[in-house]
């Protein structure tokens, strides 16, 4: 470890984020995957450095939350020694690889995610800081609706496909290929001009117009998309659920001290590595048809800055009423953090209330503007439209 900076974005061990209860430092665990050494480690250091509170972020990422300026430097360091940090910010930052949690010991989705942290260690590739690898190479694809620029997926096949997102189809490959193929990839997107802001992608950048080279280019259809996971036992653990996608410091330590390992997932969940039996803990979610499951929100204020409302227990508040097939999302604004893509209902926190959006994301058009809390909670059924 050798750079260490604070800013107010793009949050990492090496350069946290201001947020409204103090900096937030990402941790990126490798693979996907946190020894239990590792999370014992990240659980004591959020209690000793932080609030006690973690985020599990869509990307499968962790986060302390509340940590003070002047103990990011040594957090950051008592992080290295857990193995968590790279050399610097730009290769921490770049090392942005999703990896589907259910893979076995040698099978292409470990080697893979091996071969990807190996490879950009190497140097800076000059990508955006939300540019990202997905390593879903299982039978079905399960990460197709988590973001991702460049994606190795099964193929319909069989065999093993490279992706550029926002192609129908891509180039099949050799496992060896793989990876020197999904770089090649991320190098064409920097040279022909979609990292020019420094916050491009790879679906806008093919949908305005860019042609993949023909090297890059292929044929090959990717395998089916299978379902979400939910809270259940697994062929390789238990997957317990986290409401909001947080949990205390202790519930982590408590976790980890159930299995060798953890994988962290993009569904604000967490498999317990070789436990066959839903563990029993108020801070996790057990039930596949917990209500919890079917909300999403951010942090709110006064958490994030930026949120112009609270939101987790407005979410909470109205989870109980959230049809079987239905989903809502509560955002504290605009951006929509936890949840970019449309939802059933979704409420947007604005200076003059919530605004509701029917089957839209937080920056489509809203059916209604301006609503008090206290009325969405009076009349959530037939207002949302849930009856």
């Known amino acids: 470890m050798t750079d260490f900076a604070v800013k107010g974005w793009c949050p990492s061990a090496l350069r946290p984020m201001l947020s409204g209860d103090g900096f937030v430092v990402r941790v990126r665990p490798r693979g996907g995957r946190l020894t239990s050494a590792q999370a014992f480690g990240i659980a004591e250091l959020s209690g000793r450095y932080g609030n006690g509170l973690i985020d599990l972020t869509g990307r499968a990422n962790l986060q302390i939350r509340g940590v003070h300026e002047d103990d990011a430097f040594a957090l950051a360091v008592a992080l290295d020694r857990l193995g968590l940090v790279d050399a610097d910010a730009e290769l921490e930052a770049q090392r942005n690889i999703l990896v589907a949690p259910f893979w076995e010991d040698g099978d292409d989705t470990r080697w893979l995610a091996d071969e990807f942290e190996h490879a950009l260690a190497k140097s800076p590739l000059g990508l955006p800081q939300k540019f990202g690898f997905a390593v879903d190479c299982g039978e079905a694809r399960m990460l197709t609706q988590t973001p991702a620029d460049v994606r190795v997926e099964r193929g319909a096949q069989g065999g ?38 420094g916050r491009g992608r790879m679906a806008p950048h093919i949908a305005s117009g860019a042609k993949l080279p023909h090297a890059l280019a292929g044929r090959a259809r990717p395998a089916h998309v299978a379902a979400p996971p939910s809270p259940c036992v ?15 410091n202790e519930t982590l330590a408590f976790l980890a001290g159930l299995a060798p390992g953890l994988r962290m997932t993009p569904w604000r969940m967490i498999l317990v590595e070789g436990l066959y039996e839903m563990p029993r803990h108020s801070g996790i979610v057990t039930q596949a048809d917990d209500p919890l499951l079917r909300v999403t ?15 987790r227990k407005l979410a909470a508040a109205l989870a109980s009423g959230v049809p079987a097939d239905s989903h809502l999302h509560v955002s504290g604004c605009v951006k929509s953090c936890a949840h970019p893509g449309p939802s059933r209902v979704t409420l947007v926190g604005t200076p003059n209330g919530f605004d509701l959006v029917h089957d839209g994301s937080a920056r489509d ?12 909670l009076a009349d959530a059924g037939t207002l949302l439209g849930w009856r």
Do not use: Y
Request: hydrophobic share 50%.
């Open 160 to 197: 093993l496909i490279v992706r550029a997102d926002g192609a129908a189809e891509g180039r099949a490959v050799a496992r060896e290929q793989a990876v020197a193929t999904a770089l090649a990839l991320a190098k064409w997107f920097v040279a022909s001009g979609g990292a020019q802001d």
């Open 365 to 376: 058009e809203p059916a209604l503007r301006g609503l008090d809390p206290r009325k969405i």
């Open 297 to 311: 929100a951010c942090t709110g204020a006064p958490g994030c800055p930026e949120a112009h409302a609270e939101t």
């Open 234 to 248: 697994h062929a390789t653990g238990a997957m317990v659920g986290l409401a909001f996608g947080q949990l205390q």
